[in-house]
T-cell receptor, first 118, second 115 residues
Framework: SAVISQKPSRDICQRGTSLTIQCQVD?????MFWYRQQPGQSLTLIAT?????????ESGFVIDKFPISRPNLTFSTLTVSNMSPEDSSIYLC???????????????FGPGTRLTVL | AQSVTQPDIHITVSEGASLELRCNYS??????LFWYVQSPGQGLQLLLK??????LVQGIKGFEAEFKRSQSSFNLRKPSVHWSDAAEYFC?????????????FGTGTKLQVIP
């Protein structure tokens, strides 16, 4: 497995502002993902963070709202831009494709960032 | 498109009782299957996975799951539940054909354990 950390662990933000969430892994990984988990809901994939190129976004998510960076194989950021109360959620980073792992699909999750937008 | 159904939103069991959480999937071939657990305020932890081979897979914390192709099911079981098992459990399915395939999560089952 891998040790994944996220910063911040939680934040309370004002409407219209932006927040950048960091995800750090203790080993090089092939795949990094960002998920959203709205209150009482399951996980929804926002995008796949690609190292050295633009992220691949899922339907309903756009780069202007959720810009993502992945400068290397151990780090990624997700920015939630121009926030509204509807963006209040838990944002989770996950990784897959670990060296020696069984498949890209086997994902390991960070502890999440709990965001509240007022 | 692949999908996962967890028919039980909420389950309550007594400590020491057995547990079975249901999961049904839809996928065109044999998928990868996972169970994750999320404790309050925490991220998701992988309990177990099925890729191939023995259809009864053992996981951490005394959990096991059985892949039944004929029923498109991957139910999670534990013979004796502990109070610390109270959490939310997610079943997930992923494709297996070459490279990365998207993983789809079920809506989760919240487990309450009573003394």
């Amino acid at each position: 497995s891998a040790v994944i950390s996220q910063k911040p662990s939680r934040d309370i933000c004002q409407r219209g502002t932006s927040l950048t969430i960091q995800c750090q892994v203790d080993s090089q990984v092939t795949m990094m993902f960002w998920y959203r988990q709205q209150p009482g809901q399951s996980l929804t994939l926002i995008a796949t963070a690609n190292q050295g190129s633009e992220a691949t976004y899922e339907s309903g998510f756009v780069i202007d709202k959720f810009p993502i960076s992945r400068p290397n194989l151990t780090f990624s950021t997700l920015t939630v831009s121009n926030m509204s109360p509807e963006d209040s959620s838990i944002y989770l980073c996950s990784v897959g494709g670990l060296a020696g792992g069984s498949s890209y699909n086997e994902q390991f999750f960070g502890p999440g960032t709990r965001l509240t937008v007022l | 498109a692949q999908s996962v159904t967890q028919p039980d939103i909420h389950i309550t069991v007594s400590e020491g009782a057995s547990l079975e959480l249901r999961c049904n999937y839809s996928y065109g071939a044999t998928p990868y299957l996972f169970w994750y657990v999320q404790s309050p305020g925490q991220g998701l932890q992988l309990l177990l996975k099925y890729f191939s081979g023995d259809t009864l897979v053992q996981g951490i914390k005394g959990f096991e799951a059985e892949f039944k192709r004929s029923q498109s099911s991957f139910n999670l079981r534990k013979p004796s539940v502990h109070w610390s098992d109270a959490a939310e459990y997610f079943c997930a399915v992923g494709g297996r054909s070459g490279g990365y395939q998207k993983v789809t999560f079920g809506t989760g089952t919240k487990l309450q354990v009573i003394p």
